[in-house]
Structures are given as structure tokens and as C-alpha cells.
């Protein structure tokens, strides 16, 4: 058996599935559109998809992300696994070709979407959004702490379900 069909799942595990939906409704594959602020300030975008699917014995979804456009076509992954004996997720994301990683815990914003926190790479603060989650779409937005503590919007993207 290859290392993909061992880390594959076939849907969540049923010990936990209830719990697994907060993540487990993005599974499958989106179209996005990606808008992102580069070093110098500027807003570009790119088109491109994100997948997500079930992975760990369906106690984690994992993701990829890929913008042909962005970074030289070098895709990155995000692993969130729910904790059992917390009921938060644990989230690492990682672009090796930035390189970027981020590890943050997740959780549900009260509002049908989802909010992560934690540091990115270089130990700033940062928030991820999930918003206005429907069985079709969802708006993902992402926030690094700036110099003086607030955050500030680095990228954001709308997604569509294929």
C-alpha cells in the first residue's frame, strides 16, 4: 500500500463525525480566487483550488492549496486534526517553497464559520477566517499582527465547489 492511500480516508471517523463536519463540509474541491499583498505592499491575484479531504482514520482534514500563478506554481498543505479530549482542531499549515508555516487551533466563530489563531513562521500572531460557509461557496480571509499588535489583512480568497 502506498503512503497516499494509507494517510487517505473514506470520511470521518464515526466516533466523531458530528465534530469532524466543522472542517468536513469543505471536503471536496473548490475554484478560488486569490487576492494577496506581497512584500512591498502591493494586491495581486490569482486563480487556482483548494482540496480538502479526509485523512488519519477521518480524525483530520487535510488540504491543498494550488495557485498556478502564485509562488512558482509550488502548492502548500494545511493538516487540521480534531483534538478528542479538547474539541478544538490543531492546524499546521506549510509552503516549503516560501518557505511558510503556520500552526494555529481552530475552532467554530458562533456565526457557521470557523476561526483559527496562533503564529505563523516568524512567531507573529495570526488569524484565518472561514465566513459565509455554504454547501457552495465560502470567503477565507487571513491576518497577521502588524508592528503595532493589530491585525491586518494579508490575503483572502472566495471559493466556489466544483
Known amino acids: 500500500m502506498s ?23 469543505l471536503v471536496g474541491t473548490w475554484n478560488i480566487s486569490n487576492r494577496y499583498r506581497s512584500g512591498e505592499g502591493r494586491w495581486s491575484t490569482a486563480g487556482g483550488e ?9 480524525r483530520a482534514v487535510q488540504d491543498v492549496l494550488f495557485c498556478p500563478e502564485f509562488h512558482d506554481r509550488f502548492p502548500g498543505t494545511t493538516v487540521r486534526m480534531y483534538d478528542v479530549t479538547t474539541g478544538l482542531w490543531r492546524i499546521t499549515w506549510i509552503s516549503p517553497k516560501l518557505p511558510s508555516y503556520f500552526a494555529q487551533v481552530g475552532r467554530p466563530d458562533g456565526a457557521g464559520g470557523m476561526v483559527q489563531e496562533g503564529t505563523d513562521s516568524e512567531g507573529r500572531r495570526s488569524r484565518w477566517t472561514f465566513t459565509d460557509v455554504t454547501p457552495t461557496s465560502f470567503h477565507w480571509q487571513g491576518f497577521s499582527a502588524g508592528a503595532d499588535g493589530e491585525f491586518e489583512l494579508f490575503q483572502e480568497m472566495h471559493a466556489t465547489r466544483r
Do not use: K, N, T
Open 3 to 25: 503512503m497516499l492511500e494509507l494517510l487517505a480516508a473514506d470520511g470521518p471517523d464515526p466516533e466523531h463525525a458530528e465534530a469532524m463536519m466543522l472542517y468536513g463540509r
Open 50 to 58: 483548494w482540496r480538502f479531504g479526509w485523512v488519519l482514520g477521518g
